[in-house]
């Protein structure tokens, strides 16, 4: 006997019981300990911020996270699934930061920078609960209780491995770049966690015009144009393109005759609605009414490369001998501006680089916390001032003209301040040195979607500057470099790769290396007293190095991780291309020369109800834990899975969507609740035969067809990662299996006499469904394991292997013919709908035109029995025109449908019609499926009579009288058969 199933469990109540019953038996530690060591599948868990909270996005990637780990530990791999925490960086910072009152990194001090540290610490040890009652509900299986910190003494160690090891490779190095940099958290930002984040946000900036007077030439001034004239005071060159061509305006001041010349590009000049030549006339203009009109004058053609050279007057300070002079730029343009670059090396990439080639000053006006460090704004926050620089050099006339634009700018992705471009010396890693070796190994990875493999990460690699290993601040690994200098000013420096290396060096050992406890560890080393430099660790090249710095390797697990490298799978959305996939790449290339994965899942990204990013505010979401209480986790995985985000798109989450989803669940779920109902009543066990049946009737050569076909479709999509191809006819095979092989199959479960055909029905729905629940293990765990335990009494579904599609089962031909059974069934319908035939009134034939499928007899039945007509004709001859005649097609399938009902198939529709009331008397006199009952009725004695034998079986009457019971009946009611008013009494025979 199968397990009673109650019908009023939710299947959210299903869900928690199978969460139990896998904690309670340790199903998820058997799924590795039954598979051999030998046989690892390894997987890489990106580490999310221990400081933040599940979303839906974190649940879509943790559910792919399942999926795939799940799919290849039934295939017979050893999958250990560890979970990581990402402890260090702005995030756990910023927290803290909040908590002690800290308003920026001057205030850390302040506050004590051991209590600071010791407050991340334990922000770290305290965060993550809420993360694993959310993964566990979505029904992912990961180790929590051995998860790896990037804070913990032993993966910081291999960290300081990697680097040292990439220092002695030569990739490693110190330099200055011009980097984004946030002025409250005083550190550089990188590129990619701004673009990964989207954190461009629109402002409005002072669009100005600056004159800079030319040496030599009287009243004659380039023009530059600049959003950011709090850079002024750092400029020190002009920078032109060679081969564009400039023009020398003149324009007359029309009360004192004087005559100024201006120089800007003549194709930008030449716009129609230039700025420029507004500018100047609203410069010269002394009321709208000025007569006659100011009217400026090309009067000179200079080619760019003819200025090249000329010096100019500085604006503020005079910068020195090799300041103040115009440059040849290949980066200038005609497309905005005037064609003309003021350069500050500071604060600009473009800048900083020419500088260097030119030999120009780099002049830094500002401090680490965005304020002037002297002058006339000294103090000021330089983005607080812009605006009020812009106004005041506009009454200097230093500035022609202000116009405000709106334009996107980056901001901290952690704090939100608006960030500025910096020159910052810093730790780099020399990635422009091992493109080409990046480019290379990419071929080896399998990307899906595909697309990701040869443009976006191309690209992002093709594109990819020298990597900022470097920030200034305090809660990170340590940047594990000690310098000191000689007398003469040498520099002496050593780089640290490991705590034992550092103990014999100083003589000392920590519990802990954060700082500030291992800046107090100095040491002599070549006669010279060393102390550690003042930087932390980019907490991407921490993440980066989850690989081995999970073993801490290589000072322990080193065969294991030697063996089982590179990983074979890592999947997340899109944004982490350019982060956390590109980061592991750049640092594995470097390390061990090949890739770190080699199949890699992306993911798009998912957006709110109303198309928006998810938002509390907007209200454009159901709480997950709310959404997966009304439906279930098995829904919401199987709908994420083949939606469009796993072939890397943006994708809109409806309730509606995971409640269409939860339904179709709910068909599988009443097929397997059918089964155990009647097997139950028959007392029929899979014991009595562990064969597959052999599939003599047609309907279950059918679905062994259909099941074994979906089997090896869903295996080879899962072999190449292609999670949409592997699910989507899932949900077309339940409803296969439901509304088809079952409803078609009924009376083979009805029927009193237990013969061969009855027990094959059975065989074979106990067969797919077992087979099904192993196929969709992965996608919906809940559903498959509480099937596949009570059909099977085994421990799990996730301890079995994955089925494997049996080739000799697979017959096309009948998955050819029955596909244009049900299309013929399809247009019968059709037209039954069309005109307003019941389905349970029987019409006489139906003729089927179909040209490239010839149905058999046994087709024939099914449509004869699902359109309900006397007969089914197929004819190769075309039907002439006929008024009972209605027909429908499609280009390989014609049908006709004789529409005339004779009183002798109106007396069977209303037969049928009366079964249905009688049905329905069953159940609501609470009757058991297989109780038998006694039918007493009144009226409708030409139904009855004719057809009482086809109506006793179809209700399962043992008998049927036209007698009136007054009393002992278990039901009445009374009905109207198509106008017969009849009354029926029910009893339940004991």
């Not at 998860?147 to 300081?160: L, N, Q």
């Not at 592997?726 to 083979?748: C, E, G, H, P, V």
């Amino acid at each position: 006997m199968f397990k009673k199933l109650d019908p009023k469990r939710k299947y959210s109540e299903m869900e928690q019981d199978v969460l139990s019953y896998w904690k309670e038996n340790e199903t998820f530690e058997k799924s590795i300990e039954n598979r051999d060591k030998s046989n690892a599948y390894v997987f890489y868990d990106g580490p999310p911020f221990i400081t933040g909270v599940p979303h839906y996005g974190t649940l879509l990637s943790s559910i792919v996270k399942d999926v795939v780990p799940r799919y290849w530990t039934m295939k017979g791999k050893r999958v250990e699934r560890r979970w990581g925490w990402d402890c260090h960086g702005l995030p756990a910072e910023n927290l803290v930061e909040k908590k002690l009152g800290i308003k920026d990194k001057r205030d850390v001090p302040k506050v004590g920078l051991e209590k600071y540290i010791k407050t991340c610490h334990l922000e770290m040890v305290q965060g993550g609960s809420v993360w694993e009652d959310t993964i566990e509900r979505i029904g992912r299986w990961v180790e929590f209780k051995n998860a790896y910190k990037t804070m913990d003494k032993e993966y910081m160690e291999s960290v300081w491995w990697a680097f040292k090891t990439l220092h002695e490779k030569g990739k490693i190095y110190e330099g200055e770049k011009v980097l984004m940099y946030c002025t409250r958290c005083a550190t550089p930002i990188s590129k990619s966690e701004v673009a990964m984040d989207n954190s461009y946000k629109v402002v409005t900036d002072p669009s100005s015009y600056v004159k800079f007077e030319l040496e030599g030439e009287k009243n004659t001034f380039l023009l530059a144009w600049t959003t950011t004239p709090w850079t002024l005071s750092a400029n020190v060159a002009l920078a032109v393109g060679k081969d564009i061509k400039y023009v020398k305006i003149a324009i007359t001041d029309i009360e004192t005759g004087d005559v100024e010349y201006y120089i800007a590009a003549k194709d930008i000049y030449e716009k129609e609605n230039s700025l420029i030549k507004a500018s100047l006339v609203d410069r010269f203009s002394k009321s709208e009414d000025t007569v006659p009109p100011i009217v400026p004058e090309v009067v000179e053609e200079i080619k760019g490369s003819d200025l090249v050279g000329k010096k100019y007057k500085p604006l503020f300070e005079d910068h020195g001998e090799n300041a103040h002079r115009i440059i040849a730029g290949d980066f200038v343009t005609t497309e905005d501006g005037t064609g003309i670059v003021h350069i500050a090396p500071a604060f600009g990439e473009d800048d900083y680089v020419i500088a260097k080639k030119e030999n120009l000053p780099i002049v830094n006006t500002v401090d680490e916390n965005g304020n002037y460090i002297d002058g006339r704004w000294a103090g000021k926050n330089v983005w607080e001032i812009n605006k009020e620089i812009a106004k005041t050099l506009l009454a200097e006339e230093v500035v022609m003209k202000i116009d405000y634009i709106q334009h996107e700018y980056p901001h901290c992705h952690r704090c939100d301040t608006k960030l500025m471009y910096r020159a910052h010396p810093s730790w780099f890693m020399d990635i422009e040195g091992q493109k080409q070796k990046m480019l290379e190994q990419n071929e080896n990875i399998n990307w899906f979607p595909a697309t990701f493999k040869e443009k976006r990460f191309k690209n992002t690699v093709e594109t990819a500057p020298d990597w900022n290993l470097s920030r200034d601040r305090f809660w990170a690994t340590p940047i594990p470099v000690w310098r000191g200098e000689k007398e003469d000013g040498t520099v002496i420096e050593k780089v640290i790769g490991s705590y034992a290396e550092l103990k014999e060096l100083s003589g000392q050992e920590l519990d802990d290396y954060h700082l500030p406890y291992v800046d107090k560890i100095t040491f002599e080393y070549k006669g010279v007293q060393m102390k550690r430099v003042e930087k932390v660790m980019d907490c991407w090249f921490e993440s980066g190095s989850m690989p081995f710095a999970q073993f801490h390797y290589p000072f322990e697990n080193k065969e294991k991780f030697e063996e089982n490298f590179p990983g074979d799978f890592i999947s997340e959305y899109v944004g982490q291309v350019r982060a956390w996939f590109y980061y592991l790449h750049a640092i594995s290339v470097g390390l061990f020369g090949e890739e770190a994965f080699k199949n890699v899942i992306v993911t798009g990204t998912i957006a709110g109800s109303d198309g928006k990013k998810m938002s509390k505010s907007l209200g454009n979401y159901t709480d997950s834990n709310i959404l997966l209480d009304q439906y279930s986790a098995d829904a919401l995985r199987y709908l994420l899975m083949s939606s469009p985000l796993l072939n890397g798109e943006d994708f809109t989450l409806i309730d509606k969507d995971v409640s269409d989803i939860q339904r179709k669940l709910g068909t599988l779920w009443n097929s397997y609740s059918f089964f155990v109902m009647y097997a139950n009543i028959d007392k029929w066990s899979s014991d009595d035969t562990k064969s597959a049946t052999t599939g003599k009737n047609l309907l279950d050569k059918w679905i062994l067809s259909e099941l074994n076909k979906l089997i090896k479709t869903v295996d080879e999509n899962m072999e190449e990662y292609n999670l949409p191809g592997a699910t989507k006819t899932i949900m077309d095979f339940i409803d296969q299996l439901s509304n088809w092989y079952i409803r078609r199959s009924r009376r083979r479960f009805w029927k009193s006499e237990s013969d061969s055909d009855k027990q094959e029905a059975y065989q074979t729905l106990w067969t797919v469904l077992v087979e099904f629940s192993k196929l969709i293990a992965p996608f919906t765990p809940f559903v498959a394991d509480e099937i596949y335990r009570n059909l099977t009494d085994e421990e799990s579904v996730h301890l079995a292997d994955y089925p494997v599609a049996k080739e000799d089962l697979i017959e096309e031909e009948i998955s050819k013919k029955m596909a244009s059974t049900r299309k013929v069934i399809e247009f019968g319908l059709n037209l039954r709908a069309e005109n307003k035939l019941k389905v349970r009134q029987p019409l006489s034939e139906l003729l089927v035109f179909a040209s490239k499928v010839e149905l058999g007899e046994e087709y024939l039945e099914l449509i004869k029995d699902e359109v309900n007509v006397r007969k089914v004709i197929q004819t190769t001859n075309e039907e002439k025109e006929n008024e009972q005649l209605k027909q429908k097609e499609d280009n390989e399938i014609r049908v006709y449908l004789n529409l005339e009902i004779t009183e002798e198939l109106k007396l069977e529709g209303d037969m049928r019609e009366l079964v249905r009331f009688i049905q329905s008397a069953r159940k609501k006199a609470g009757f058991e499926i297989q109780d038998r009952i006694q039918v007493n009725y009144k009226g409708g004695e030409m139904i009855f009579n004719k057809f009482s034998e086809e109506i006793s079986k179809e209700v399962l009457a043992e008998s049927i009288e036209n007698i009136t019971l007054t009393e002992e009946f278990d039901y009445s009611q009374k009905i109207s058969v198509n106008g017969t008013e009849v009354e029926i009494w029910l009893k339940k025979v004991q």
